[in-house]
């Protein structure tokens, strides 16, 4: 079976919707600081966005370890178990790092910014999750996954800035 990252590669307006409204980068894995995990876990960063934030695997295997999201501002949360998650999360919910609440409300109301600027954004949004054989939850269900993985494992996967050894503060709170 086909990697997930080079089905991606492989589609063109897959990738640019990744890329914007998604703010996903595969081409931009490396993190700005020294990074670990408190648990020694392996740590591997594999793309970006465009405010010096980091995807990265974390244990060994492929692409459906545990996915966690690192800013440039020193926070950092789990995100999503697998690669194919993450990318549905940003499909349906691309704002989601402007959603800090979680919330179905929140998320409608980031939408209707987002769709001012982007009134194609639902049809795009489709035509990528085809291109990629993904089926969509929906604004609801993905936000509950998020908060569901992210204070879970949070406690799990925390990240240390190594030169200091301070601990990344969680992205979101129970």
């Given at each position: ?24 980068d595969l081409d ?94 639902v049809a795009r ?13 929906d604004q609801a ?34």
């Open positions: 079976m086909e990697s997930l990252i080079a089905a991606v590669r492989e589609q063109e307006e897959t990738a640019r919707f990744l890329a914007w409204p998604g703010d996903f931009h894995g490396d993190h700005v600081e020294e990074v670990h995990l408190a648990s020694g876990a392996a740590l591997e960063g594999f793309a970006g966005d465009g405010a010096g934030g980091t995807y990265f695997f974390c244990g060994e295997g492929g692409e459906e370890r545990p996915v966690l999201y690192a800013d440039s501002e020193g926070g950092a949360a789990p995100v999503a178990i697998g690669l194919p998650e993450l990318v549905r999360l940003l499909l349906v919910v691309p704002w989601w790092r402007d959603c800090q609440t979680l919330t179905s409300t929140e998320s409608r109301e980031l939408e209707a910014e987002y769709r001012e600027d982007n009134p194609d954004l949004r489709d035509r990528a999750a085809a291109a990629l054989g993904l089926s969509l939850p269900e993905a936000l509950v996954r998020l908060r569901e993985v992210a204070i879970q494992l949070g406690e799990e996967f925390v990240l240390i800035f190594t030169p200091e050894g301070h601990s990344y503060e969680p992205l979101f709170t129970p």
